[in-house]
């Protein structure tokens, strides 16, 4: 069963490992102007630590294909994509999003939403995959903004769904900044079930409704995020009894981050993830991640901090013997 349904993923080149199931392109990233906002080299760097670390081998990595438009098309306006795709985009459209538009910019897109379904196909299969990219919650059917044109994992949610490899999706949102995007995609949708855990006086000033918005106080720590992390995610489990679980593994909450305003530690973001997707397999649930946002000036901190979450994967992955 997990060979055929491998066969039929969008992987170009892996093979089957006992070890955490990895996913990576090297181009999830583009080129950016000196000194942009957005840490665009983080993505190699995550592999590169990764690797470096001995935490992975290039054998256990899957390395995705480019989403097709049609794909897309099942979660943005063709409008829209049509305009991305092709650079018409307005230069007000393209400062909503805070990039200016690139032919660089669309592949990086297509392969990271191309990898977040990989990463979710193989953990339907496999019960857990990480990616190296992904979490670009922000974006809406008919718009990008806050550095996300196309958001993955509503399209990956959709696609698994419309491919009927998934009945119900949960997206566990644990980003420092609530999952706009994907609660407004989803809000008339009982397949999918959003949970946004976010801090409340932050990016976006207009929130929308997911199903579930948890609203954090400015320099929150460790031991209450978990709390909170701990108090709604089993009931929802428990009531919604989904197929496959997203999960957006932020640190931007990290008392670090530029754009954070939360107090967590190295140690309270290894705890979180470890905690979120132990739980997961344990009550056998199919669980991908993605890494969200983070944001800082010294690339290789953050970097190193984003691999947290393939760092406890890892050891659920050793621990529960998958």
């Not at 092709?86 to 805070?98: H, L, V, Y």
């Not at 339907?124 to 958001?151: D, K, V």
């Not at 999952?179 to 949708?189: E, L, P, Q, T, V």
Request: net charge neutral.
């Amino acid at each position: 069963m997990r060979l055929s349904l491998l066969q039929h993923t969008s992987c170009s080149t892996w093979s089957i490992s006992k070890r955490l199931p990895i996913v990576h392109h090297e181009d999830y990233v583009c080129y950016l102007p000196p000194n942009h906002r957005f840490p665009m080299p983080k993505f190699t760097k995550i592999y590169n630590c990764l690797l470096k670390d001995g935490i992975i081998d290039e054998k256990q990595v899957a390395k995705p294909q480019k989403v097709s438009e049609e794909t897309v098309h099942t979660v943005h306006t063709e409008e829209y994509i049509s305009k991305f795709f092709n650079g018409t985009t307005s230069d007000k459209e393209q400062r909503i999003t805070g990039f200016k538009w690139s032919s660089g910019l669309v592949k990086r897109c297509r392969y990271e939403t191309g990898g977040t379904i990989l990463a979710s196909e193989i953990a339907l299969s496999r019960g857990l995959a990480s990616s190296t990219g992904g979490g670009t919650h922000h974006a809406f059917p008919s718009h990008g903004a806050g550095f996300c044109l196309i958001n993955d994992m509503a399209v990956a949610a959709r696609h698994l769904i419309k491919k009927s490899k998934a009945e119900k999706v949960l997206l566990v949102d644990l980003d420092v900044h609530q999952g706009d995007g994907s609660a407004d995609i989803f809000k008339d949708d009982p397949s999918v079930f959003t949970l946004s855990v976010h801090c409340g006086k932050n990016y976006p000033a207009r929130k929308q409704s997911s199903d579930l918005d948890v609203s954090v106080d400015v320099g929150m720590g460790d031991k209450d995020y978990l709390a909170v992390v701990k108090e709604h995610l089993p009931w929802i489990l428990d009531t919604f009894r989904p197929d496959l679980v997203i999960y957006d593994a932020g640190v931007d909450p990290h008392l670090k981050d530029d754009l954070g305003k939360l107090n967590l530690t190295d140690q309270g973001l290894f705890d979180r993830d470890y905690w979120v997707m132990d739980y997961m397999v344990k009550r056998g649930y199919p669980c991908s991640t993605v890494i969200g946002g983070g944001y800082s000036k010294d690339i290789d901190e953050l970097a190193l901090r984003h691999s947290i979450v393939h760092r406890a994967a890892t050891k659920v992955w050793n621990d529960r013997g998958l």
